[in-house]
């Protein structure tokens, strides 16, 4: 995604295209749908010279998220992942690794949910497989 496309997708969502946002959209965006950690980012950052810290990182990561630009994905309450794929799917979380991995919602099929209460729907089912590797 180019500089003017992510300084577009930034000003659509509301959001000002500051240094910091437009190098972390860069990061995020430029290259298909992925996942990260808010520590796997920043190192990123890091790497590619970005000037940014940590809490910058967090702080960019949960305003991207509020503007409907990343989905949290929270994993053992304590550690979550973002998502450049906003889309209704799954995942499948491997253990070993520590990583994601999309499922096409179109793959399962949830039978028997509870009737919402009076006043709410159901606005989106979010499932993990939790995958460990074969015992020997």
Known sequence: MSQTAIHEKLRLAGLRPTRQRLALAGLLFGSGDRHVSA?????????ARAGVSLATVYNT???FTQAGLLREVA????????DTNVSNHIHF???DEERLVDIPVADLDIKGLPQAPS?????RIDVIIRLAPVKA
Do not use: M, P, T, V
């Open 119 to 123: 006043g709410r729907e159901i606005s």
């Open 39 to 47: 520590e796997s980012l920043h190192a990123e950052a890091l790497k």
């Open 93 to 95: 979380f491997l253990e």
């Open 61 to 63: 990561l949960n305003q």
């Open 75 to 82: 994993i053992e309450g304590a550690r979550s992942y973002f």
